[in-house]
């Protein structure tokens, strides 16, 4: 059979991805599982290897795993104008949706029945939060340095040390524990500037050029699963700038989990509670051109990047300390979401039916939102 033109593969990706960029729920292992029955199975773009040194690939470079999966399969399938089409087709129907969530938010979020909603909301998406640590720390925590790696940046993040000197001081300690030699004296060479990671100056005031810029760092510098981006977003917008509370924080992670598309699309809620329409788009260019970037500078060395002993250890040491920053967050953000029993109760029950059931978390986050409601007019 003769090969698609050019143009009718560029029509496919767009298809394909703008497919899943509206049903795919469930986080970004679900994500990596529709691609895979989407152009392994179905229409054969790539046979499993490749899908799986493409998978690679995106574990080893910073942000979304899944956005940047649908920036590979464009790639590879329709050149340049796939790069671009893949990615935009999966992020632009959770933006929208979000954009129009947090429209609503701003509209009507001040009311009691939204105040109620958003009541039994915040209790699961910690629920969500603990069990995705849980899951991940199982799978990625597997040796003595990644161990050490966690405990330390879950502490040392309450002494206020700055989350990015964190990601990769964790990196280097496990690349220096797994494949170096003169691994402690190397460790004391690096140890000052930590403190340089500590920062007390005071908030800046708004701009559009700093929503961008702190998206843009995020974007650039973010490696483990999406609800990773909490820590970072916590960071910056609630304890850095003092842009965002953290209610306001929770309720953005929210509505990025109860939307399809990638979880990191959160950003533009942040972006519209700050600066309306304009802060959205910023902030949500900023957070994903990051991944176009790498995703285009690395494709050509997929086949060679996890043979390479150093970046494996690297991206083992990285994901340990963004585990170890989700632990810090989750536990800060509980504190202000657990206030009485019934939340507690809620937050108990969503983590059973998600370690137990499996339940679809955008089930539990509507049934959180309807048991808030539920509790308030029980109580009137």
Known sequence: MAEPSRSARLREVIAVFLKL?????????????????????????????????????????????STEMTIHLGYLRAGWPGLLAGGLCFILPAMT???????????????PAAGWLLYGVKPVVIALIACALWDLGRKAI????????????????????????????????????????????????????LPLGISAAAAPAFSLSLLFLTCLKIGAVLYGSGYVLLAFLRADFVTRLGWLTDQQLLD????????PG????????????????????LATVGMFLPSFVFV??????????????WLGALLDGVI????????????????????????????????????????????LVIGGALAGLAIHLLGT
């Not at 469930?26 to 990596?32: L, V």
């Not at 949706?97 to 009311?111: D, I, K, Q, T």
């Not at 993040?157 to 190397?186: C, D, H």
């Open 262 to 281: 990638p979880l990191f699309t959160s950003v533009t809620f942040i972006g519209y509670l700050l600066a309306g329409l304009p802060g959205a788009l």
């Open 296 to 309: 285009a500078l690395t494709h050509p060395l997929v086949p060679r990047l996890r043979q390479s002993v």
């Open 142 to 193: 597997r040796t003595v340095p990644t161990a050490l790696t966690g405990l330390a940046v879950l502490v040392l993040s309450f002494l206020g040390i700055n989350e990015i000197v964190l990601l990769f001081a964790g990196g280097l300690f496990v690349v220096l524990a797994t494949v170096g030699r003169g691994f402690r004296a190397r460790l004391a060479a690096w140890a000052p500037l």
């Open 97 to 111: 949706m979000v954009l129009a969530l947090a429209w609503a938010y701003v509209r009507f979020g001040s009311s």
């Open 252 to 259: 953005a992670i929210a509505v990025g989990q109860v939307t």
């Open 21 to 65: 960029g509206l049903i795919g729920f469930g986080g970004p292992a679900a994500h990596i599982a529709m691609m895979r029955d989407e152009v392994v199975r179905r229409r054969r773009w790539l046979d499993d290897q490749a899908f799986l040194d493409l998978l690679g690939a995106t574990n080893l470079i910073p942000g979304p795993n």
């Open 320 to 363: 340990a300390a963004s585990l170890g920053l989700m632990a810090a967050v989750t536990l800060q953000i509980a504190r202000a979401s657990l206030v009485d029993v019934p939340t507690v109760v809620l937050a108990l029950l969503a983590a059973a039916a998600l370690l137990r059931l499996r339940l679809n978390t955008t089930w």
